[in-house]
């Protein structure tokens, strides 16, 4: 890249592969730049997706619900796949993914619930409730930095423990109760 304004006394900007050089202005021996608008990088891993209707059954007996949300609200570099629930990492790298999940528990005598994301390195608990009520309605959340190889994969899961097989996750348009987003970290 090169840009060189004779006329308005503009520094020479040359670049090559990971860096910038500028050049004074040989008449006035000043460089600068100027920057008029933020840059944004529209091809940096970046994803949120919520769960469209309630997913009813899904847990209350141990067993561990991969939830698939299911509308993205954007993907920024396509990294997110709505059908699966899982996020792929482009490159290695440390990425923040954040898991919010709405359900209602287990008819019964629940005892605990907990979502995690399942990473293909380990697995990361989110949040973890014992000592919950039956048929009572929660919001689970939390985040965490996961340290991703080039291909690895990530998926929020939901646990709900202390009964059968009733639990619900919910979902839905207008509230988005649950939701799945991430992000690579500089």
Same mark, same amino acid.
């Given at each position: 890249?090169? /840009?060189?304004?004779? /006329? ?13 050089? /500028?050049?004074?202005?040989? =008449? ?23 769960? #469209? ?14 939830? /698939? ?8 570099? =396509? ?9 792929? @990492? ?16 287990? #008819? ?11 990473a293909t390195a380990a697995t990361y608990p989110l949040f973890?409730?014992?000592?919950? #009520? ?6 689970? #959340? ?6 991703? @190889? ?37």
């Amino acid at each position: 890249m090169a /840009v060189n304004n004779s /006329v308005n006394l503009a520094p020479l900007i040359t670049g090559t592969s990971n860096q910038i050089q /500028v050049t004074p202005n040989p =008449s006035t021996n000043v460089a600068a730049i100027a920057l008029t608008s933020p840059f944004f990088n529209t091809s940096q891993p970046m994803f949120s997706a919520f769960l #469209s209707s309630n997913q009813t059954n899904v847990s209350g007996d141990g067993t561990v619900y991969p939830i /698939v949300f299911d509308t993205e609200l954007f993907d920024q570099a =396509s990294n997110y796949n709505n059908s699966t629930g899982i996020f792929t @990492a482009p490159v290695t790298a440390n990425y923040l993914l954040i898991g919010v999940v709405g359900f209602i528990s287990s #008819s019964g005598g629940t005892t605990t619930a907990q979502i995690q994301v399942n990473a293909t390195a380990a697995t990361y608990p989110l949040f973890f409730q014992p000592g919950i #009520s039956a048929s009572f309605t929660y919001i689970l #959340s939390g985040s965490c930095i996961v340290p991703m @190889a080039a291909n690895d994969t990530a998926k929020i899961e939901f646990i709900n423990t202390g009964s059968t097989l009733t639990a619900r996750v919910n979902g839905g348009t207008g509230q988005r109760a649950t939701i799945f987003s991430g992000y690579l970290l500089p």
